[in-house]
């Protein structure tokens, strides 16, 4: 338990922490120069891919190819690493379907290769992330998530929503699992200015229908 509450609380201030130093605009939020960022980003995800024997094959775009092969990291063109294990069925509707998430893994930069880990996945009474699928193009690409918190407690796993956890329903769908390398960009937007990754060992996507009264 009191591994559990340590984890959190790691999670919490990895989260939250960078806010005192943000701005109100997400290009000026970068305490380095974002090319330094994104310098250390790809020494760290560079490390992870060798020390872990991740197979990579480059996409030029944000599509998955006809025949997937479960193998082997699938780099799209908006960075997202994208490993699936299970392409699910259905797929989402823009602006109805309501998407939950289990999610398992930990951040990571350059100076340390594995930092606070998260996990809705077997911790007992934490909710899946929220979110109803959408398309809809912003100024730093298309977004494909509205958080939703459907009257419940959030929760600091509420955080972790993003566009890089979002983005495989739009080439997947219900029921698909997946591995992800979410590079800082896609990442949770109070995370920016540390240019913290994420690796998502494994990500499951159930739609969600609200339990009747």
Known sequence: MNR???????????????LLALGSCKKNRTV?????????????????IKESSFRIVN??????????????????????????????????????????????GYFFNDSQAKGAEFDNVSEAGVRPLLF?????????GTVHYSPINDGGLTTVYDNLLCEGVA???????NGAVVELIVPFELGPTQNYTAGNSIYVQRASYVFYEKPKQ
Do not use: C, W
């Open 4 to 18: 559990l509450i340590s984890h959190r609380i790691t999670l919490l201030l990895l989260l939250l922490i960078p």
């Open 32 to 48: 380095k120069p974002l090319s330094q960022l994104k310098k250390e980003q790809r020494r760290a995800i560079d490390r992870l």
């Open 59 to 104: 996409r030029n775009d944000e599509t998955l190819p006809e025949t997937i092969d479960p193998n082997v990291f699938y780099k799209l063109s908006n960075g997202l690493y994208l490993r699936v294990i299970d392409k699910g069925s259905a797929r989402p509707e823009v602006g109805k379907t309501v998407v939950a998430v289990e999610i398992k």
């Open 132 to 140: 109803r699928y959408i398309s809809q193009y912003s100024s730093d």
């Open 167 to 173: 983005f495989p329903m739009s080439v997947l769908g």
